[in-house]
């Protein structure tokens, strides 16, 4: 199982791409860095001056284990938008979970749902573990 947050949820998505993992979980990750950048300094050309591109949306699709996308509608840094487009792109088997609460601190308003939703996962990813 391969789990990443924000800025590891990218390289979580990279690394699952590279080495297929028994399930992947992403909390509060964004699609690109040239989308987020272009979201957060619209004024700049961030599409063309981004050179790492940690292009998760891409990414995503290709990876053929369960997936576990987790946003929250309140997160300031990252959009909710770019968590419902991850969800989109993955390939069936994959869950959403939407979460409230601010991008640094969603895991403490949803603990029990955020631990209930991750174990219901894994027991339907993988029954027999």
């Given at each position: 199982?391969?789990?990443?947050e924000?800025?590891?949820g990218a390289v979580?998505?990279?690394?699952?791409a590279?080495?297929?993992?028994?399930?992947?979980?992403?909390a509060?990750a964004f699609?690109?860095v040239?989308?987020?950048?272009a979201?957060?300094?619209?004024?700049?050309p961030?599409r063309?001056?981004?050179r790492?591109r940690y292009d998760s949306?891409?990414?995503?699709?290709?990876i053929?284990?369960?997936?576990?996308?987790?946003?929250s509608?309140d997160d300031?840094i990252?959009?909710?938008?770019h968590?419902?487009?991850?969800?989109?792109?993955?390939r069936?088997p994959?869950q959403f979970?939407?979460?409230?609460g601010?991008?640094?601190?969603a895991?403490?308003?949803?603990?029990?749902?955020?631990?209930?939703?991750?174990?219901a996962?894994?027991?339907?990813?993988?029954?027999?573990?």
């Amino acid at each position: 199982m391969i789990v990443g947050e924000s800025l590891g949820g990218a390289v979580a998505t990279w690394l699952a791409a590279k080495y297929p993992p028994r399930a992947l979980i992403t909390a509060s990750a964004f699609t690109s860095v040239p989308a987020l950048g272009a979201q957060v300094y619209p004024w700049l050309p961030v599409r063309l001056l981004a050179r790492i591109r940690y292009d998760s949306l891409d990414r995503i699709a290709k990876i053929a284990a369960p997936v576990l996308i987790a946003h929250s509608r309140d997160d300031e840094i990252v959009p909710f938008a770019h968590g419902e487009a991850l969800f989109a792109a993955a390939r069936e088997p994959k869950q959403f979970l939407a979460m409230s609460g601010g991008h640094n601190d969603a895991f403490l308003f949803v603990r029990e749902e955020w631990a209930a939703a991750v174990g219901a996962f894994l027991a339907q990813a993988h029954p027999k573990d």
